[in-house]
């Protein structure tokens, strides 16, 4: 957006608006240790960014207004304005006339950083957080001092987001976002980040707020593949019928990953296979072209981990890193905050906090969370939150989801005051209709009765696996709380 935007070297103070997302703040606490001025306004506060945001010391202000686009009488020398802002907010509207320079974060990524980095996107429907931490943590550890940038918190890397140097070949790694950039550039972010690499995990139909149908997905992603740069590579699923198509209509010879075993009919390169777990620990072996080329352990369980880590593997492979050096971080990859967390264990019931909220996601964290603590009852407690999960279009999808678990409670929706009546995903619906499958089921009208009746029914030995992609309204801390006093 005009004015053009300063150069990185000439910012003293940059003025963001929607600052608590997780791309957006750990974009600020970048800023912040770089010795700048950094402020911020949103209306949305929750862990674990705004304990990111505070410990950086990030100037946050609470609410949107005009003023804030000066606060404290300094005018920014940047004004970076999120996805989730609109067209009418008012602090948007006086940033955008005040004469200093906006623009959106993909956009000032491609402009001031991304230009002469071996950027490696990490892209797909899921497993982009897990999987591109996993990438920066193994760089880090086999000593190639990356950047990254991650839209979550990581237990190996120190922020969300760092710079060690923005010199010709210095590897990049970029969880590549398919929401789209800003209220004036609707197109996916990963539009900007100039792609080297791409590890693509995943296509399935999501984000129904800004994308029709799964068609219209495939052709976000068909752009992020036809921009990869001249000598840059692709490592794809093949366990998703979108990516395969993908493949065809593109042309581009991929490197190609799948869990099948070998010789079945998904013609992958590398296989995942044998997957283990002992002791809380997951191993697996790695096949090439059918051949056993590895084998891998892993702290954070489950096939889907499993694929995610082979990806990365098969980068590392190709990046000429050494064998044991990636052998011993993958290993001690420790994961991500907000995915299969342990949040605590109280009078012997033990509290996991995960992000899940896509019925894909949903059926492979609860499977994996079976797998590593296989001597306890599995409760499940979800709350439908995105903007897909608020819509029907997965409401059967969801029934075997959760089909794992032992007992399931379902809260009403988040805010579905947007969303036509005959658009939205029925709660009641999918208690009925998972009771059916003979698998207990409640529905929780709200987080503070979910607490009462989680509480009531939990037992010594019990896994509670709280799903959801917001704050829940406090309901893991609150449910810590009751389960203390009971």
Not at 64 to 87: F, K, M, T, W
Not at 90 to 101: F, Q, V, Y
Not at 235 to 262: H, K, M, N, Q, W
Request: charge should be negative; charged fraction near 20%.
């Amino acid at each position: 957006m005009n004015p053009a935007l300063p150069r990185f070297e000439d910012l003293r103070h940059v003025h963001i608006i929607g600052v608590c997302g997780t791309l957006m703040g750990s974009f600020a606490a970048f800023l912040k240790r770089s010795g700048l001025r950094v402020t911020g306004s949103d209306q949305n506060v929750y862990p674990p960014m705004s304990d990111v945001l505070a410990k950086e010391g990030v100037e946050l202000l609470q609410g949107y207004q005009a003023e804030h686009v000066q606060s404290g009488g300094s005018r920014p020398d940047l004004i970076v304005i999120g996805n989730v802002i609109s067209a009418s907010n008012p602090e948007a509207c006086a940033a955008l006339s005040s004469g200093i320079p906006c623009t959106s974060l993909p956009e000032a990524m491609e402009s001031l950083m991304l230009q002469n980095t071996r950027n490696l996107v990490v892209a797909g429907t899921h497993g982009k957080t897990t999987t591109a931490s996993l990438l920066a943590h193994i760089l880090q550890s086999c000593g190639k001092a990356p950047n990254w940038f991650i839209g979550g918190v990581s237990k190996d890397l120190p922020h969300s987001f760092q710079v060690s140097s923005l010199s010709a070949g210095v590897p990049f790694v970029l969880e590549g976002d398919e929401y789209d950039t800003a209220y004036w550039d609707k197109v996916p972010k990963f539009n900007h980040y100039l792609p080297d690499d791409v590890i693509l995990t995943s296509v399935e139909f999501d984000h129904a707020d800004i994308y029709a149908d799964l068609a219209a997905v495939e052709k976000a992603f068909h752009g992020l593949i036809t921009r990869i740069r001249r000598g840059g590579r692709l490592i794809a699923c093949v366990d998703y019928p979108s990516v395969r198509s993908l493949l065809g209509l593109t042309g581009f010879s991929a490197l190609t990953y799948s869990a099948f075993e070998p010789g079945t009919a998904q013609n992958a390169r590398f296989l995942v296979s044998n997957l283990r777990t002992d002791a809380g620990v997951m191993s697996f072996d790695i096949f090439d072209s059918g051949d056993k080329v590895e084998t891998l352990s892993l702290a954070v369980p489950g096939r889907h981990n499993a694929l995610n880590a082979l990806a990365v593997w098969i980068e590392c492979r190709e990046l000429g890193l050494d064998k044991d050096q990636v052998r011993a971080a993958f290993a001690s990859f420790q994961g991500v905050k907000r995915r299969q967390e342990e949040r605590g264990e109280v009078k012997g019931v033990l509290v996991i906090d995960d992000f899940a909220h896509h019925p894909t996601a949903v059926r492979e964290t609860l499977i994996a969370l079976k797998a590593k603590y296989a001597t306890r009852r599995l409760i499940a407690v979800f709350e439908p939150r995105s903007a897909t999960s608020r819509r029907k279009v997965f409401q059967k999808d969801y029934v075997q989801a959760f089909q794992v678990a032992d007992r399931t409670f379902i809260c009403r929706p988040f805010d579905q005051s947007k969303i036509s009546t005959e658009d939205q995903f029925s709660s009641e619906q999918l208690v009925e209709d998972i009771s059916l499958q003979g698998r207990p089921a409640m529905l929780m009208e709200n987080p503070e009765l979910g607490v009462i009746q989680v509480t009531a029914q939990s037992e010594p030995g019990d896994l509670i696996a709280v799903l959801s992609n917001g704050g829940f309204g406090g309901f893991i801390p609150k449910l810590l709380e009751a389960l203390a006093m009971k």
